[in-house]
């Protein structure tokens, strides 16, 4: 089968066409912006990429398609989508052509939440290879004990991160209602994704039908301090269900305890029975409490699949993270520079929380490019200042807003810096970071280089 892909640079179709390519198929694609390291990666797989979505491309590298496979980042008035409607020619999702043709008989592990999905996903398909299960999966980052985002093996699990994001310009359902896990992680969740959802009651609404789709013998696992995630499943639930949660916290009036708790000492509890210690590797240490939660859902989910909470947390303390979570990008006078793919507030919070448990009282620098729908509509701006809070300094990158950053943090006084201009922003943290110092960038795009850039400074400096 020939698959041509619209908008194959993004992560998650860029993942779906390496497993169409691994499962024998010809797949072409096209972008509006082909640029590394997608465009390499997918390249090196012999797929033939395309600049841009020109309507001659039905002519050409999309000529003789049996399928055209839809990104969401594709919308009515492209001129190929068009020309594809005008000619009648066959087209779906990738949501749906996953389901049917890779995720049809398998045992699915489907990961969703507002945060932690990448993180919880990687851990989780991580647990099952250590346990020799050899998993499939498509994630929305890279895992460094694999190096790639995406595979198709023979097995049968395949773990997928399940985005609420709507599917395509002609399915706006939500991503992961087409996956059909037999083992469902419902992390957590919040409002997000103001472009498409009107408030967090339309995002519960989609969870619902997630819920929906759990067969009897399934099993959700549900973060148990979530108000939200509780009224999702008091809408209905078919399934068995285990909760998870923090064992030092203290459960709010109402909601159900947990079965499975973490605590701040990384002690594991089923019930009243110890599971263990979660421990991470010393050289790559998840920190916060985001992630002792994250992994705990692992477990949990792993353990429907057969393998021992024992075991899989001897699997996480060989676990190495994620690229772009809190990633160690270099270091230059004394500097560290981090880079970290948060972008909503609480992601913000918890990011720089666990970097803060990390080095204590040394200077936290954080920078922040709102760049997501959300942040570019000023959904979430009176929560920034807030989320900033732990940090010694702030500074924002507000190029292409459209509301005032300067106004928003204003709360933070003079701890907040505000530049249109990347190169301006960049001389600005060099001339205030000092040796001891972590700088903490926070974007979900590249942010023009600026790690590389900054790192460069720092070093030239006197």
């Known amino acids: 089968m020939h698959l041509h892909i619209l908008g194959i640079c993004g992560t998650f179709m860029g993942g779906i066409a390496a497993i169409a390519k691994a499962a024998g198929h010809r797949v072409t694609g096209c972008d509006a912006n082909v640029y590394p390291p997608m465009s390499d990666q997918l390249e090196a797989l012999g797929i033939a990429l395309t600049e841009g979505y020109d309507s001659t491309q039905l002519h050409s590298a999309a000529s003789g398609a049996d399928v055209f496979v839809v990104g969401n980042v594709v919308s009515r008035g492209n001129p190929l989508i068009e020309a594809i409607l005008d000619a009648g020619l066959p087209y779906t999702s990738g949501p749906q052509w996953l389901r049917e043709n890779v995720l049809h008989g398998k045992w699915t592990l489907a990961v969703a939440g507002t945060h932690g999905k990448t993180t919880t996903a990687s851990m989780l398909a991580w647990i099952l290879e250590h346990a020799g299960l050899n998993p499939g999966f498509l994630i929305g980052g890279v895992p460094v004990d694999f190096g790639i985002s995406a595979r198709l093996t023979d097995s049968a699990f395949f773990v997928i991160e399940?985005?609420?994001?709507?599917?395509?310009?002609?399915?706006?359902?939500?991503?992961?209602?087409?996956?059909?896990?037999?083992?469902?992680?419902?992390?957590?969740?919040?409002?997000?994704?103001?472009?498409?959802?009107?408030?967090?009651?339309?995002?519960?609404?989609?969870?619902?039908?997630?819920?929906?789709?759990?067969?009897?013998?399934?099993?959700?696992?549900?973060?148990?301090?979530?108000?939200?995630?509780?009224?999702?499943?008091?809408?209905?639930?078919?399934?068995?269900?285990?909760?998870?949660?923090?064992?030092?916290?203290?459960?709010?009036?109402?909601?159900?305890?947990?079965?499975?708790?973490?605590?701040?000492?990384?002690?594991?509890?089923?019930?009243?029975?110890?599971?263990?210690?979660?421990?991470?590797?010393?050289?790559?240490?998840?920190?916060?409490?985001?992630?002792?939660?994250?992994?705990?859902?692992?477990?949990?989910?792993?353990?429907?699949?057969?393998?021992?909470?024992?075991?899989?947390?001897?699997?996480?303390?060989?676990?190495?993270?994620?690229?772009?979570?809190?990633?160690?990008?270099g270091t230059a006078r004394g500097v560290t520079v981090y880079d970290d793919f948060a972008h909503h507030p609480t992601a913000i919070a918890t990011t720089v929380d666990g970097l803060r448990r990390a080095v204590g009282r040394a200077r936290i620098l954080a920078v922040l490019e709102p760049r997501s729908n959300t942040m570019k509509l000023g959904a979430m701006k009176d929560a920034l200042p807030g989320s900033l809070a732990a940090a010694d300094r702030t500074y924002c990158y507000a190029a292409n807003l459209g509301w005032d950053a300067r106004a928003a943090l204003a709360p933070l006084g003079e701890k907040a810096v505000v530049h249109n201009d990347l190169g301006a922003l960049v001389e600005a943290i060099a001339v205030e970071a000092r040796a001891g110092d972590h700088v903490l960038v926070m974007s979900n795009g590249g942010f023009g280089g600026i790690h590389g850039k900054l790192l460069a400074r720092l070093a030239a400096r006197r």
């Open 162 to 329: 399940a985005d609420e994001y709507d599917t395509a310009f002609f399915d706006k359902r939500s991503k992961f209602v087409h996956y059909g896990p037999r083992t469902a992680i419902l992390n957590n969740l919040e409002y997000d994704h103001a472009d498409i959802f009107a408030d967090l009651g339309a995002i519960e609404t989609q969870f619902h039908h997630l819920v929906r789709t759990v067969p009897p013998s399934g099993r959700l696992v549900v973060n148990a301090d979530e108000a939200s995630l509780a009224r999702v499943l008091a809408r209905g639930c078919w399934s068995e269900v285990e909760r998870f949660g923090d064992a030092d916290a203290i459960s709010a009036e109402g909601m159900p305890t947990p079965e499975w708790r973490i605590g701040t000492d990384g002690n594991v509890t089923h019930g009243r029975v110890p599971q263990g210690v979660l421990r991470w590797p010393t050289a790559a240490p998840q920190l916060g409490r985001h992630n002792r939660l994250n992994a705990l859902a692992a477990l949990v989910a792993a353990r429907h699949a057969g393998v021992p909470a024992g075991a899989g947390l001897t699997a996480l303390a060989e676990f190495h993270g994620i690229k772009r979570r809190l990633e160690v990008r």
